[in-house]
């Protein structure tokens, strides 16, 4: 019997246009019980409208008028379930190209990515789009769904000549040769629930999981403690209009630990200023607890007298996250304004705020041939590594090292606008 977690797992789908993405997530919520009667009826009500004959469930997904019109998803869809092992969030992400940012946006938070393949059709472009932003984004847990096995009448060697064409497509795609990727392959029909939830009788001859019993085995990451310690300082509590006086000296550091694990009595580093006390108490809410991990909200209160303030980091003195005003970043350009050089921009990185400019543009890269291209424009959905310089230091670790303190946004100080979203490859 498998073991009771709470962990939650974040994962998207994506995949070329009429994959079936919102169809496979509408199978899934649908199989494991956890659509409301009234939105069933909702749905059923519709697909009777629009003359199907059976019940249309991408419509639980696509929840914009206009992605119902053109039977096509626009924007980012969240949608939430669980089981009696674990809580998930599913991404249902766009396939066309355009809306390729907001991809990017679902991808950097997601743990494991369903890459959906018709299997008529075979490997497309934007099936190798998607898969490089996934391993560039971190993504690290790839479940290839070989969908519409009903319309080529289940054929195994089908099936495996994708899975051949693939893996030799993914291993081609070089951006952090030390990452290790897991890769589980599956046939399925979304329309008609072979090997989602269920793995009813077509295709005896697949013996491995269905993507339920996959999706419940991947590993979550959420409650990663084998990092090294990253505490971004959001707010310092002095609560001295208490009428308890004993409150009138507490000073404790808040914030979320993004890494790593904390015990009272550990050494930790004060960066920028790089001075090292102990932990006294560390507070969770009002209770007092001997130890923290990530990503749990923290109050931590320190042995001696330090001047910290919002943007400042608590870390591990054995290993430390770099210190700098320089860094060279890989970023996806979100705006619709393109990238002026000339601009002064807000860099947001964990708690830190600081203006910076964007240096030297290196190159943009073609992600549909994965080639780099000479280019001093950068525009809406372009994939660009840059060079940033900034007018504060902040505390960072390179991107594939730690996704919390190696990603970053660009805003506009006009319009407050977020225009980029970046993954830091060099701390100079």
Same mark, same amino acid.
């Given at each position: 019997?498998?073991?009771?977690?709470?962990?939650? !797992?974040?994962?998207?789908?994506?995949?070329?246009?009429?994959?079936?993405?919102?169809?496979?997530?509408?199978?899934?919520?649908?199989?494991?019980?956890?659509?409301?009667?009234?939105?069933?009826?909702?749905?059923?009500?519709?697909?009777?409208?629009?003359?199907?004959?059976?019940?249309?469930?991408?419509?639980?997904?696509?929840?914009?008028?206009?992605?119902?019109?053109?039977?096509?998803?626009?924007?980012?869809?969240?949608?939430?379930?669980?089981?009696?092992?674990?809580?998930?969030?599913?991404?249902?992400?766009?396939?066309?190209?355009?809306?390729?940012?907001?991809?990017?946006?679902?991808?950097?938070?997601?743990?494991?990515?369903?890459?959906?393949?018709?299997?008529?059709?075979?490997?497309?472009?934007?099936?190798?789009?998607?898969?490089?932003?996934?391993?560039? !984004?971190?993504?690290?847990?790839?479940?290839?769904?070989?969908?519409? =096995?009903?319309?080529?009448?289940?054929?195994?060697?089908?099936?495996?000549?994708?899975?051949?064409?693939?893996?030799?497509?993914?291993?081609?795609?070089?951006?952090?040769?030390?990452?290790?990727?897991?890769?589980?392959?599956?046939?399925?029909?979304?329309?008609?629930?072979?090997?989602?939830?269920?793995?009813?009788?077509?295709?005896?001859?697949?013996?491995?999981?269905?993507?339920?019993?996959? !999706?419940?085995?991947?590993?979550?990451?959420?409650?990663?403690?084998?990092?090294?310690?990253?505490?971004?300082?959001?707010?310092?509590?002095?609560?001295?209009?208490?009428?308890?006086?004993? !409150?009138?000296?507490?000073?404790?550091?808040?914030?979320?630990?993004?890494?790593?694990?904390?015990?009272?009595?550990?050494?930790?580093?004060?960066?920028?200023?790089?001075?090292?006390?102990?932990?006294?108490?560390?507070?969770?809410?009002?209770?007092?607890?001997?130890?923290?991990?990530?990503?749990?909200?923290?109050?931590?209160?320190?042995?001696?007298?330090?001047?910290?303030?919002?943007?400042?980091?608590?870390?591990?003195?054995?290993?430390?996250?770099?210190?700098?005003?320089?860094?060279?970043?890989?970023?996806?350009?979100?705006?619709?304004?393109?990238?002026?050089?000339?601009?002064?921009?807000?860099? =947001?990185?964990?708690?830190?705020?600081?203006?910076?400019?964007?240096?030297?543009?290196?190159?943009?890269?073609?992600?549909?041939?994965?080639?780099?291209?000479?280019?001093?424009?950068?525009?809406?959905?372009?994939?660009?590594?840059?060079?940033?310089?900034?007018?504060?230091?902040?505390?960072?670790?390179?991107?594939?090292?730690?996704?919390?303190?190696?990603?970053?946004?660009?805003?506009?100080?006009?319009?407050?606008?977020?225009?980029?979203?970046?993954?830091?490859?060099?701390?100079?």
């Amino acid at each position: 019997m498998r073991k009771q977690s709470d962990s939650l !797992l974040r994962f998207i789908t994506c995949g070329s246009v009429d994959d079936g993405k919102s169809t496979l997530i509408g199978r899934l919520l649908y199989d494991s019980k956890t659509i409301l009667s009234d939105t069933y009826n909702q749905i059923e009500k519709t697909s009777q409208k629009r003359g199907l004959n059976a019940v249309d469930l991408s419509l639980l997904t696509d929840g914009l008028q206009a992605e119902r019109e053109q039977g096509i998803t626009i924007d980012v869809a969240y949608r939430y379930f669980s089981t009696p092992t674990r809580k998930y969030i599913i991404a249902d992400t766009p396939g066309h190209e355009q809306y390729t940012r907001n991809m990017v946006t679902a991808a950097s938070t997601a743990q494991a990515a369903i890459i959906l393949i018709d299997a008529r059709k075979g490997i497309l472009t934007q099936t190798k789009r998607h898969t490089y932003l996934c391993k560039l !984004l971190g993504i690290k847990q790839f479940i290839v769904a070989i969908n519409k =096995m009903d319309l080529i009448e289940y054929d195994e060697n089908k099936f495996n000549l994708i899975k051949d064409e693939y893996l030799k497509m993914f291993e081609s795609i070089q951006v952090n040769k030390n990452s290790q990727f897991n890769t589980k392959f599956i046939p399925l029909s979304a329309l008609n629930g072979d090997m989602v939830v269920e793995r009813l009788n077509n295709m005896s001859w697949y013996e491995d999981e269905s993507l339920l019993e996959v !999706l419940e085995l991947a590993e979550t990451q959420s409650l990663n403690s084998t990092l090294d310690f990253r505490f971004p300082i959001q707010y310092v509590c002095r609560p001295r209009d208490s009428e308890n006086k004993d !409150l009138h000296d507490f000073r404790s550091f808040m914030g979320r630990i993004e890494s790593g694990k904390i015990k009272k009595g550990d050494k930790i580093k004060c960066l920028p200023s790089d001075q090292q006390t102990t932990i006294k108490d560390i507070l969770i809410g009002n209770e007092s607890v001997n130890e923290a991990i990530a990503p749990q909200s923290v109050s931590i209160l320190l042995n001696d007298e330090i001047d910290i303030s919002r943007g400042d980091m608590l870390a591990d003195p054995q290993n430390l996250p770099k210190t700098s005003k320089d860094i060279n970043a890989t970023i996806c350009w979100l705006s619709e304004e393109k990238l002026n050089p000339s601009r002064v921009y807000k860099i =947001m990185h964990t708690s830190k705020v600081a203006k910076a400019k964007i240096a030297t543009i290196f190159d943009k890269i073609e992600v549909n041939t994965l080639t780099s291209i000479a280019s001093n424009e950068i525009i809406t959905n372009d994939i660009a590594r840059i060079n940033i310089k900034l007018a504060q230091s902040i505390m960072a670790d390179c991107y594939f090292e730690n996704r919390k303190t190696g990603s970053f946004i660009l805003i506009d100080d006009s319009t407050n606008h977020t225009v980029a979203a970046g993954m830091i490859n060099e701390i100079l």
